[in-house]
């Protein structure tokens, strides 16, 4: 599958976006997917991820309350609402996906996903 990220921008500390990354190539819904950030001079991190359904998901404990994934398989695009957003946000942010309806045991690990888009930079300023 073949994913392409988009919605980054430039936004003030406590503002919003909303990330979408549309996937191309395979059945989607044969899929779970991922998101993952990765600030300079820092290693990639698990941010979200959802199974094919979107009944399940998990969120990496900082972004709990504050971020959102969710899916429209209709539209082979998944979505990360980004809400009361921090300095430390600051990253580029990145799709992914995993083979398989239902997300691994280690969703939360780069490792886990096979394909990936191009990241899509947010920035929050003060």
């Known amino acids: 599958v073949q994913l392409q990220a988009s919605g980054g921008g430039l936004v003030q500390a406590g503002g919003s976006l909303r990330l979408s990354c549309a996937a191309s190539g395979r059945t989607f819904i044969g899929y779970s997917l991922g998101w993952f950030r990765q600030a300079p001079g820092k290693e990639r991190e698990f941010v979200a991820a959802i199974d094919w359904s979107g009944g399940t998901t998990y969120y990496a404990d900082s972004m709990k309350g504050r971020f959102t994934i969710s899916r429209d398989n209709a539209k082979n695009t998944v979505y990360l609402q980004l809400n009361s957003l921090k300095l430390e946000d600051t990253a580029d942010y990145y799709c992914?996906?995993?083979?398989?309806?239902?997300?691994?045991?280690?969703?939360?690990?780069?490792?886990?996903?096979?394909?990936w888009g191009q990241g899509t930079l947010v920035t929050v300023s003060s």
């Open positions: 992914a996906a995993r083979s398989g309806r239902y997300l691994s045991g280690n969703y939360y690990s780069p490792a886990a996903y096979s394909s």
